[in-house]
């Protein structure tokens, strides 16, 4: 009997989980700005909007020199008089990562933007670097609605290079 109703549990929670998907994720803006422009240029970093509920990122950036040593600090916020910090606020080594996928949340990240980005490899990063068309944003997690606000600051050799910030609406459909 007990086992039974632990295996229902499971099957409840894992249910869940699997059709928590977002309904509606909408993003709204995204700001990128390079603090070191001879080591990256942003040509754009734009939003386009395709109907009322849908809108891609699109970001083409150049690295003008190699990039070996990358730190990336990854934090999400929720909007609440102001944006507020909310589920993780995180610093990893990309390439590290991009070696061994070891970082839950920066996992969650990745996921969504690996068939689009042509950041798919390990380092060193040069040359041209994209995301293009990205759009289908399912989020694994049961999230509250809310307007939300995700930051990323990539240091280079221990000094900031340049900021990506996306800002999205969640809407829970329940």
């Known amino acids: 009997m007990h086992s039974n109703l632990t295996i229902f549990g499971v099957f409840v929670i894992f249910a869940f989980l699997v ?24 040509h754009y970093c734009r939003l386009k909007a395709y109907s009322r509920n849908k809108t891609s990122l699109n970001v083409n950036a150049t690295f003008l020199q190699p990039a070996n040593n990358i730190l990336i600090k990854l934090k ?11 589920l993780f606020d995180i610093a990893f ?19 969504l933007i690996k068939d689009v980005s042509t950041v798919n490899h390990t380092c060193p990063y040069v040359g041209l670097q994209t995301v293009s ?6 989020i694994p997690l049961p999230w509250p609605s809310g307007d939300y606000l ?25």
């Open 19 to 42: 059709s928590s998907e977002a309904p509606f994720v909408k993003m709204t803006n995204a700001v990128c700005e390079s603090f070191n422009k001879s080591w990256v240029v942003f």
């Open 76 to 86: 999400m916020m929720k909007k609440a008089n102001g944006y507020k910090p909310f």
């Open 93 to 111: 080594d990309a390439c590290e990562f991009m070696r061994r996928r070891n970082q839950p949340a920066a996992r969650i990240v990745w996921n």
């Open 133 to 138: 068309d990205f759009h289908d944003i399912h």
């Open 150 to 174: 995700m930051l990323m600051e990539w240091i280079f050799d221990t000094k900031p290079q340049f900021a990506t910030n996306v800002y999205f609406t969640f809407k829970e459909d329940l």
